[in-house]
C-alpha cells in the first residue's frame, strides 16, 4: 500500500465530509433515515430519548475531528506489483486520463450541453472540442515532463492564464496584448513558450 499526501485536496475533503455531517443531521431529526447511512449515523451521531425534550441529536465532535486528521487529505494506492510510490501514482494518474479529460469538457470547456440545432453546427463544435481536449492533455504532459505539476495544476495554470489576451483592431492599429503579470511571465517561461508570443513590445 502507498499513502500520499496532498494538503490541496484537505479542504475539499473537509468540506465534502462537513456536507455528508449535515445532510445525516436533517435525515435523523426529520426520521427519514437512509438505511446506507446507518453506519455513519452510529459512528457520528448520538440520539439521546428524554422525557421532557424528547429526541435529542448531538454530532460527536471527536470522531469528527479524528476523521479529518486520519483521513483527510491522504489518498491510498493497492498493488501486488509496483513497488516504487512515484511509478505507482504516475500509473494511476495515467489511466485517470479518461475521465480528467471528459471533466475537462464538462467542466473548463463547456462541453455540457452542445447548444447547438444542426448537423454541421454539431460536428464543427466537436471537432473544436476535441483540439481543445488534445491540446489539454498535451499540456499536461508538457507540466508533467518539466515537473510543473509539482508546482501548480493544470486548471490553476490557466485560471493564471485566463486574463492574458490579444485585443485587435481593424486598420493600421494592429492588434495589442494585455498586461502580463509576473505570474503570468513565470508560467510562460517555464513552458518554454516564445516571448513575442505574449510579450507586448
Request: charged share 30%.
Amino acid at each position: 500500500m502507498h499513502l500520499y499526501d496532498n494538503h490541496q485536496t484537505v479542504g475539499d475533503t473537509i468540506s465534502d465530509l462537513g456536507g455528508k455531517l449535515l445532510t445525516s443531521q436533517r435525515e435523523l431529526e426529520s426520521g427519514e433515515l437512509v438505511p446506507e447511512h446507518e453506519e455513519f449515523y452510529q459512528q457520528y451521531f448520538t440520539v439521546r430519548e428524554t422525557p421532557k425534550r424528547g429526541q435529542r441529536i448531538t454530532m460527536n465532535v471527536e470522531a469528527v475531528r479524528e476523521h479529518q486528521n486520519k483521513y483527510c487529505g491522504y489518498c491510498a494506492i493497492l498493488t501486488n506489483d509496483v513497488k516504487d510510490p512515484v511509478l505507482a501514482l504516475r500509473i494511476y494518474r495515467d489511466k485517470d486520463v479518461v475521465e480528467k479529460c471528459v471533466g475537462g469538457l464538462k467542466n473548463q470547456l463547456d462541453m455540457k450541453r452542445l447548444r447547438t440545432h444542426g448537423r454541421f453546427s454539431t460536428d464543427g463544435r466537436l471537432l473544436v472540442q476535441f483540439i481543445a481536449v488534445t491540446l489539454m492533455s498535451a499540456l499536461r504532459n508538457k507540466m508533467r515532463e518539466l515537473k510543473l505539476d509539482e508546482k501548480f495544476t493544470v486548471r490553476q495554470l490557466l485560471a493564471d492564464l485566463d486574463t492574458l489576451s490579444e485585443i485587435r483592431f481593424s486598420g493600421r492599429y494592429g492588434g495589442l496584448l494585455t498586461e502580463t503579470t509576473k505570474a503570468q511571465r513565470a508560467m510562460m517561461e517555464s513552458l518554454g513558450v516564445p516571448a513575442e508570443t505574449w510579450l507586448q513590445e
